[in-house]
Every structure is written in C-alpha cells, then in structure tokens.
C-alpha cells in the first residue's frame, strides 16, 4: 500500500486518479482548498490549503512522508519551487501533470525532445504572470533543475470527458444543434486529444513505474474538428458551418493554426497500452448528446 498525496483531486481526471489510487488500496491524502465538494467520504484524508500559500502549503503538510506525490495544479515556476523545497528528500516520485502546450508547432508529432526543460533557462518575473505554456515550461525546468527530487512530468493534450467543466466539446455539440457557425483557423488541422479515465490510468502508471523526465501521454489516432463534427451530425443529425472567423464566443475552443499532434512512442514502448481515440471520442460525443437532448 502506497502512501499518496494528490494536489488538485476533485473533479475531473484528478478525481479518476484519485478513484484509481483508492481501489488498489493505496493510502491517499488529497490537498484542496475546499471550493469543490468530493464523493471520497471517510476514504481519504485531506489536507485543506491553498496551494498558492507556500507557508500553509508547508505546515500543512508538515513531516509528513509520502511515496508518491500527484501535481495537477502547478502552473508557474515559484509553485513549482515551492513543492520542491518542501518535498525533496520526503518523497520517492514527483508527478507534475503538464502538457502538449509546452510545444512550439511543428511538422511532425511533438516528440519529448522537442522541448528539453533540463536545458530551458529560468526566468521568474516580480509580476508572476506566465502564460499557461511559459508557467508550464518554468514549472518543469524548475523541478528538473533540482537534483534531490524524482521527477515525472505527464505532457497530456486537451482532456476530454463528460465532466469537463471547460465544455470544449459540449461547446461544437450545442453549437451543431442551434446551427450556429463556428470560427476556426483550420478546420482540417489534426489534434491529440486524450479521455480523461485515460488521463487517470497514465498518471497512475507513471508515478507507480517512477518514470524519470519528460514524457507524453496521447490516446492512439489524431482527428480534426470537420471529422468531429461529422461525428456530431451522425449522432444528432446536424452539423454546424465552420467558417474561418466569429465573434469570441463562437471561436471554438478547438482552434488552432495547424497540427497539434504528439508522439506517445516512448511510453508506449515502455508498456503503457493507450486508448484509441476513434474508439472512444463517437461514444463521448453520443453520451453529451444524450445529455444535451434531457436538458
């Protein structure tokens, strides 16, 4: 039975992972600042702090040891920093969730290499204020600057599951039922995408195997939003046009200027079998349907 601790645990995949971690019987503590009720009861403990306070963050978990650490709400480099001071030495493997967007477009699947954090230069600023791909750069270079803490860092894509509460893909469904357009530079650009059991499933792989560096975490196949929304119009027998421009809030969320994909070869080669995306993302698509139609 590992001892476990997961930051950001509640909803989501962070919730998965956690429902995961609690069926093999692992010992887990989930760390929250309370905004969002659970369905855990009595089976985990919780710690319950604001991660952004690095002192509460510290006495909460005071001389506490842990085997595994799950890190899903590292967005900069100063909380970055701040887990490592508190947990190197304490702890056999450090998990940050990170993702595709660390990435620069490219020609080709995203590979691990195309992005090294060992060598990316620090550079915290007074304001704190990142982008999410340069707080997500600054966070792994920090961790993997640190040479007393094990570090695994999950590169995911956009995570999709009927629990989304950023409704990305809710957001082309209901957009195909009233028939309003969608703006998007390409309608044709393939993207990585990743279920968010699937999500769970790695991130609990990764942390048990003690993965050391960098790497991705895709689900088989690539698909575009044209293709997504053929599968749209079989579900509910309605499409949406797509057009290249439309007010903010019809710019689907999906929007990008070319491919998005990644190349998960390496953890697939150590073992990890992943989903296939043109398996799941049809069922997906009719479960939200079905959801949208009660409503």
């Known amino acids: 039975m590992a001892k476990i601790l997961v930051l950001g645990g ?6 998965r992972l956690v429902n995961r971690l ?5 010992a887990v503590t989930i760390l929250t600042r309370g905004h969002h009720q659970d369905s855990f009861g009595g089976a985990v403990s919780r710690l319950a702090v604001d991660r952004k306070d690095p002192e509460s963050l510290k006495q909460a ?7 595994i650490v799950y890190d899903n709400i590292c967005y900069t480099p100063e909380e970055a920093g701040q887990a490592a001071d508190i947990f190197a030495g304490r702890i056999g493997q450090y998990v940050l969730t990170s993702t595709l967007s660390v990435y620069d477009f490219a020609d080709h699947p995203l590979r691990e290499e195309d992005f090294d954090p060992y060598r990316y230069p620090v550079m915290m600023n007074e304001s704190r204020d990142y982008s999410y791909k340069e707080g997500k750069r600054q966070a792994e270079a920090v961790l993997f600057g640190r040479h007393n803490l094990n570090v695994t860092a999950v590169r995911l894509p956009i995570v999709l599951g009927p629990d989304d509460y950023t409704r990305r893909l809710h957001f082309h469904i209901e957009h195909a039922a009233s028939g ?39 689900s088989s196949g690539t698909i575009s939003v044209r293709e997504m929304m ?14 290249s421009s439309a007010p903010p809030d019809h710019m689907s969320p999906f929007g990008i200027p070319g491919d998005w994909t ?34």
Not at 10 to 15: D, S
Not at 182 to 201: K, N, R, T, W, Y
Not at 266 to 292: T, Y
């Open 22 to 26: 609690l069926a093999k019987g692992d």
């Open 180 to 218: 309003e357009a969608i703006g998007l530079p390409d309608p044709d650009a393939q993207i990585s995408f990743v279920h968010a059991e699937e999500a769970a499933e790695f991130l609990e792989w990764a942390g048990q195997i003690q993965w050391e560096g960098p790497v991705n975490a895709c």
């Open 230 to 243: 053929s599968l749209i119009q079989q579900e509910i027998g309605r499409s949406a046009p797509l057009q």
């Open 61 to 67: 978990v005071g001389s506490q040891d842990f085997d």
């Open 10 to 15: 509640t909803r989501f995949f962070g919730k």
């Open 262 to 295: 990644m190349d998960h070869a390496r953890a697939a080669a150590a073992g990890f079998k992943f989903w296939d995306l043109h398996d799941w993302m049809p069922k997906l698509i009719a479960e939200l349907s079905a959801d949208l139609q009660v409503r």
